[in-house]
């Protein structure tokens, strides 16, 4: 199905709360959501592909990471949203990728994971100034390393100098993964290690809500697949309260699909709702069926973060068999979200692989419906991104900035991305 014909799908479902699959009922409502781009950049596009994206608190900066490839990571600045323009490079090694990005609470200050692609990769956080110290925006310098061996993914404190960082550093079969690691990044040439947090496992993700300074945690293996919830108001003990694990559950299969009920395996990443009481997880399957985004009750209702009780789900709009091999890699399957609250409306922006950044409806939580999709494949006839991926779409991940009231996404092929999500209905307008 071209790019056409599928926004056409979406639009249908929302003119008409007629869902495909089999996801859920009707809602009573018809779904409202609508994205609009504002600005693209294909960025100095070095070989390989970009990964996750992060926007600083105040909306004008946002930077990028990469995925294999000898990319490193961009800064960008989008004080024009129309305009998204790169202000520097910091390069890697191709032996070693950036896939993760996070800026500090303090201007000037962004970290990015680091992890080996082959024997001579190196593992750890190391920390840029771009204009905290003596460095500037235009001429960073690396000023500091965070010792956690290969790691994916991490996380700032939104109230302390603390960063976390997954350490699921012998894979996510492996029984000896802790958790997350923290850091004192007080002192940012010198961080100091303080120790570990969070059930064993191998932790994928981590996000914290900044009003309630609650850790929403992805397990993917290790011993423990499922989501966990973690209270880290003190930010150098953070405690468990509640998990809900995938253990004794089905897996995705041809069936469920079909039916649109959910699977259970491969739990990837969790984020929170900012007004009300829900989480939403998603699954990301690389092969055969695909993952999708479950919404969890963690005080909505009668679930809570000690008891997180799951009560609704969706696909992506057009999930179906993803094939056995490298060939057909993570085409359906959902990856990173936010959720955007607005008056009475919920939606949920997802940078979905091949589908493109997708916008579900989430305002009745027990039925999540997909409304609008924009295919994130301006300029792939001159981009360079890894081969592997397939042709693009190829978005990794999608982020909501409330101060500027916008959203700022990555794709692995082609680049950055602007939008305007709004809960006006889906009209193609």
């Not at 996801?23 to 409202?32: E, L, R, T, W, Y």
């Not at 929403?216 to 108001?233: N, R």
């Not at 259970?264 to 055969?288: K, Q, T």
Request: overall charge negative; proline content about 6%.
């Amino acid at each position: 199905m071209n790019g056409a014909s599928r926004r056409t799908v979406l639009k249908l479902l929302g003119a008409s709360g007629v869902l495909g699959f089999g996801i859920g009922s009707a809602s009573a409502a018809k779904p409202k959501g609508n994205i609009k781009k504002l600005g693209h950049s294909l960025l100095s596009d070095p070989p390989g592909s970009y990964a996750e994206v992060d926007v600083r608190g105040d909306g004008h900066f946002a930077v990028l990471g990469s995925f294999l490839g000898e990319g490193g990571s961009f800064l960008v600045d989008i004080t024009n949203p129309t305009q998204p323009t790169e202000v520097h490079r910091v390069p890697s090694s191709e032996h070693t990728r950036n896939a993760d990005v996070k800026f500090d609470t303090r201007d000037g200050l962004y970290y990015r994971s680091q992890e080996p692609n082959d024997d001579e990769g190196v593992g750890g956080v190391e920390i840029i100034d771009y204009g905290y110290g003596d460095a500037t925006p235009e001429n960073p310098a690396v000023i500091g390393r965070l010792d956690a061996e290969d790691t994916h993914n991490i996380f700032c404190h939104p109230n302390a100098d603390i960063v976390y960082t997954t350490n699921a550093h012998g894979g996510h079969d492996d029984e000896e993964n802790t958790g997350f690691d923290i850091f004192d990044v007080s002192d940012p040439w010198n961080p100091t290690k303080l120790g570990e947090g969070g059930p064993a496992g191998a932790l994928h993700d981590l996000v914290i809500d900044p009003g309630t300074e609650f850790m929403h945690c992805a397990y993917i293996g290790g011993g423990l697949d499922g989501y966990v919830i973690v209270d880290v108001s003190t930010p150098t003990e953070p405690t468990e309260v509640g998990r809900f694990d995938y253990e004794g559950l089905p897996d995705y299969s041809e069936e469920r699909l079909e039916q649109g009920k959910p699977g259970f395996e491969s739990c990837h990443y969790a984020n929170y709702d900012p007004e009300r009481g829900l989480a939403v997880v998603g699954d990301e399957i690389g092969h055969g069926w695909p993952g999708g985004k479950h919404i969890f009750d963690i005080g909505w209702g009668d679930g809570s973060r000690a008891n997180p009780k799951h009560i609704g789900f969706t696909y992506s709009p057009n999930a179906e068999y993803q094939g056995d091999d490298d060939r057909e890699t993570y085409d359906w399957t959902t990856h990173n979200h936010d959720v955007i609250s607005k008056d009475d409306t919920t939606l949920l922006v997802d940078g979905g692989y091949h589908e493109g950044v997708v916008v579900y409806d989430m305002s009745d939580p027990t039925d999540p419906v997909p409304v609008d999709i924009y295919e994130t494949d301006d300029e792939a006839a001159d981009a360079n991104g890894a081969a592997w991926l397939g042709s693009a779409p190829n978005a990794w991940g999608a982020n909501y900035n409330e101060a500027r009231d916008l959203v700022v996404a990555s794709d692995m092929t082609t680049g950055i991305y602007t939008f305007k999500v709004t809960p006006s209905r889906n009209n193609g307008k």
